[in-house]
């Protein structure tokens, strides 16, 4: 969520006033995340953020749109998008695409319990199980075929022993699209800042611009990937046992895996690391312009995956919770 495309208070009000929301009081950037420009706006009638976006092709937002509000619509604790005077959702600034989504109250936590593990768990079924009755396709375009895409453009740029793990991986996980899992809808960056707790403890997710459809499992690993790391480790990487149960046990209180699933956990955890290592590789080796963007941490990331290589046969023991 960094600063792509500035935007003065006075253009956010000449936005708003397509809205029912009132006068702006308050308006600030915020400094976090990389692929929209995202800012705070506070008015008379209430707490938004206003995104515009920066990548996403404008075809591909009724999806992500439509997907918040039917996950909201389903009584699934999330950010909603607010419809403006004429009953649609997606409006234009600086000829860019652009929502304004209300705000939820709440925090993020940086060191997640084992309780908290277990509630994102829940939380993350609970959001398959309403996706499923959500229609509209969109497929996964940071799965397979874009690492392979990555692996070879990356080239360029990567160092040699870079290079030859990406390279080992992606030829390790050839299969990955046939391999005979439950698929559905995935929040697929769902992230320990991509939650917001509410005083009673209640996580609510935001940030569904990396959603599509894939395997379940595969989303479980790469919440799994950030909630359960073992924090007190570091700069090694590796997980919390303890953590990973909960949110797996979590998970299963609302969906039971399958044996399937059970059988390719550790895989799930690999290609999981691997998503994220080469966007922070990408990130890393050719950023892009912005006034506010965070590095990300791509040493760690591969630590990550070295790590899940390492314990792939250990993996088989957090499905036994």
Sequence with gaps: MSVFTPISIDEARAFLKHYEVGEIIDFQDIAAGVENSNFFVTTTDGRFVLTIFEKIPRADLDFYIGLMRHLHEAGIACAAPVRNNQGGIIGALKMKPAVLVERLSGGDIAHPTESDCYAVGAALAQMHAAAGTFTLPMSNWRGLPWWQHEAHHLGAYAQPDEQALVRSEVAYLHDFDRLKLPRGVIHADLFR?????????VPQMIDFYFACHDHLLWDVAITVNDWCLDLQAYPQAQLD?????ALLRGYASVRAFT??????WPR?????????????????????????????DHPFSERLLRYHIANADAAHAHMRF
């Design 193 to 201: 800042d991509n939650i917001l707790w509410t005083p009673d403890r």
């Design 241 to 245: 046992l303890a953590n990973t149960r």
């Design 259 to 264: 044996p399937e699933e059970h059988t390719q």
């Design 268 to 296: 799930m955890l690999r290609a999981a690391a691997l998503r994220s290592w080469l966007g922070r590789l990408g990130y890393h080796y050719y950023p892009r312009a912005s006034s506010l963007t965070h590095s990300k």
